[in-house]
Structures are given as structure tokens and as C-alpha cells.
């Protein structure tokens, strides 16, 4: 039997400069991710994520929803990828900025994991 893709499928996912996504978070993996206007704003329970090639490269994420998170970010070059130090995603709608001196073709996230009480950047 083989298993087809489907929108709802957890898997990294990769935003390239100019690009902003919505997704929920679903056993610490990126779901439902669809395209949004960079003005868009997050419904209760959603993250988003919005890249940029500003200074090497920039992304801003907001997280709408009850739970902090940590993640793991990779810059892509290609198909070479290095991991990315990344801050805490608060909870409650607040965003976070990361900035790269990197310019990357590409940001890779995923894993999430709850944060619990601490924050870290």
C-alpha cells in the first residue's frame, strides 16, 4: 500500500524569502500549512511564519496559540543545511525576530516542543 501526501501531513516545512505561512503544530511537526499575505494575522491555535532576506536572513514568528514552543530552524543553501540557533515561540500571540548573518535560499522548521516556563534564545 503506498501512502499519498496530504495537506494535513506533519513535516518540516520550508519558507523561501518573500514567503509567509500559517500552520498548526501537530506531534511537534508544521500542519495545514497554507500560503498568507504577510499581513495576515494567526487564528487562536496558529502559527506564522514570515521570511526575509534582510541582512543575511530574518524571519519573524507569531504563535497564537496557548502553548510555547522551541523548534528547530535550518538554513538552507541548496540542498546543504545548517542548523539555525532559534529563541523561544512564546505563547499568547507574541512574535519572535531571528536574524542569520547567513543569507539562506530557504528556512526549515520543525520539531516543536512545548517550552514550559522557561524561555531561551
Avoid: H
Avoid at 523561501?16 to 508544521?30: A, H, I, M, N
Amino acid at each position: 500500500m503506498i501512502a499519498l501526501a496530504t495537506a494535513a501531513q506533519a513535516s518540516p516545512l520550508t519558507v523561501r524569502p518573500g514567503e509567509s505561512w500559517l500552520f498548526t503544530v501537530k506531534d511537534g511537526q508544521p500542519v495545514d500549512a497554507r500560503r498568507a499575505e504577510a499581513t495576515a494575522k494567526p487564528s487562536k491555535g496558529q502559527v506564522m511564519v514570515t521570511v526575509r532576506a534582510v541582512f543575511g536572513t530574518t524571519m519573524v514568528a507569531t504563535n497564537n496559540s496557548a502553548t510555547g514552543y522551541i523548534f528547530n530552524a535550518e538554513l538552507m543553501s541548496g540542498t546543504k543545511a545548517t542548523a539555525a540557533r532559534t529563541c523561544t515561540l512564546p505563547a499568547g500571540n507574541k512574535p519572535i525576530l531571528e536574524q542569520w548573518d547567513r543569507k539562506a535560499d530557504s528556512v526549515r522548521i520543525s520539531n516543536f516542543r512545548a517550552a514550559g516556563n522557561e524561555g531561551r534564545c
